[in-house]
């Protein structure tokens, strides 16, 4: 069975500053899909970024990139300049191939410092 | 601009009541999700439906909950009786490919 594991429950980071979240998962196939969500106090589920596995290029959204690391089976995020506005819970997610269930991580929670 | 849309989006219950979580999912999308939040288990798929059939309920306590597509603009996901245990965020989501939308989530409390 697919597992995500996030194994930062919290983090910190001073505003403006660079901060990099953590990912790992487990699954047996060559072809799929990661995300990351997040989810600010309005509880809103959010997508930050997604990634397919078959790329090797490292997906990338304005201040958010992404670090993936396919035989390590690692997918860490990187907030570059952080605002106070990235202030959330933030979700890792797998999902085997389109049209499939979402498998998300536990969640790690991240403050901004002013 | 498309969005899945919840309701209720708070509830408060006691415990022994039915309870009816609706969803509308974005027209178009094949795929609902239900999800439920806790501090403690985090994000559970509870059952998602392809094409208003249901593929995977096995997150899903079966003997009270029950999750329906009567059509393809509305999904429920109902307990009978609720009990305390079941306070959570409920979300939904619908999706078409690779995409996924939330939607606002339903708070239950049981008391």
């Known amino acids: 069975a697919q597992t995500v594991t996030q194994s930062q429950p919290e983090m910190s980071v001073q505003e403006a500053e660079t901060v990099t979240l953590s990912c790992t998962y487990d699954?047996?196939?060559?072809?799929?899909?990661l995300f990351w969500y997040k989810q600010p106090p309005s509880r809103q589920m959010i997508l930050v970024i997604r990634?397919?596995?078959?790329?090797?290029q490292n997906a990338t959204e304005n201040r958010f990139s992404v670090n993936f690391q396919k035989a390590a089976k690692s997918f860490s995020l990187k907030i570059s300049d952080s605002q106070l506005g990235d202030a959330a819970m933030y979700f890792c997610?797998?999902?085997?191939?389109?049209?499939?269930?979402?498998?998300f991580g536990k969640g790690t929670r991240l403050h901004i410092l002013p | 601009d498309a969005r899945v849309t919840q309701t209720p989006r708070d509830k408060v219950t006691e415990m022994g009541q039915e309870v009816t979580m609706r969803c509308q999912p974005i027209?178009?999308?094949?795929?609902v999700f239900w999800y439920r939040q806790t501090m403690m288990q985090g994000l559970e798929l509870l059952a998602y439906?392809?094409?208003?059939?249901?593929?995977?309920d096995s997150g899903m306590p079966k003997d009270r909950f029950s999750a329906e597509m009567p059509d393809a603009t509305l999904a429920t996901l109902k307990i009978q009786p609720s009990e305390p245990r079941d306070s959570a965020v409920y979300f939904c989501?619908?999706?078409?490919?690779?995409?996924?939308?939330f939607g606002q989530g339903t708070r239950l409390t049981v008391v």
């Open positions: 989501a619908s999706g078409f490919e690779w995409e996924a939308f």
């Open positions: 699954t047996s196939e060559s072809d799929y899909y």
């Open positions: 990634q397919e596995a078959y790329k090797q």
């Open positions: 997610a797998y999902r085997r191939y389109r049209d499939d269930k979402i498998i």
């Open positions: 027209l178009g999308h094949n795929t």
């Open positions: 439906f392809r094409n208003r059939a249901p593929l995977d």
